[in-house]
């Protein structure tokens, strides 16, 4: 009886994007990194005195770098091998991005449980996308958007610990990532990947203003 043969990992088809497309993606892209640096330095010149605070808001900032800065190259990367390859690192950065923005909220509030939840499933999830490329993505996108909001499981202990300035901004980020997906899955739209990476950057930017306003 012969073996079965190992079936090889899916290959991706990467669409081919016009110039002014790559051109308009780039530069949000590059707006991203810039402010994430920008702001990251900001924050931890600036930020929390207090040592726990600080090393919770110090693991949000480095997700936020990594996953801004590994997209932009992902996406500016030109149609090739290395690219298949970069791909599952900007994929796998974004459960690191979603549960370090978590981080100094959840850490805020004392919602350990749910944080040790979240970090875990994002760790799975980075090995999913590691070991296992091109497959399950449709799913992916549902793992995000539940892991993102799986902070209503502490609404309770998120309200008494944040400011109502805080939960709106939080609120607001959250509803502009999942607005933006729209635009992620809609590939036919001329612009659409500029446009769901200027959505991720706006939601970002808001979660940003809502750490520094939880945090200050």
Known sequence: MRPSPI????????????????????VVHISGVTLAIVGSILLLVFGPEEPATYAAVAIYLATLVLSMG???IYNIWPISPVKALLRRFDHSAIYLLIAGTYTPLMAKSGTWWLLST????AIAGVLLKLLMPN????LSIVLYLALGWSGVAAY??????????VLWLIL?????YSFGVIFHVLERLPFHNAIWHAFVLTAASIHFAAICTAVA
């Open 135 to 138: 497959r399950f993505d449709r």
């Open 118 to 121: 979240v970090w875990a499933i």
């Open 70 to 72: 590994l997209s932009a």
């Open 7 to 26: 079936r090889p990992l899916p290959a991706f088809v990467f669409r081919k994007y016009t110039i002014p497309e790559l051109w308009a993606d780039g």
């Open 172 to 176: 607001a980020g959250g509803l502009v």
């Open 156 to 165: 309770q202990e998120l309200t008494l610990a944040l400011s109502a300035t």
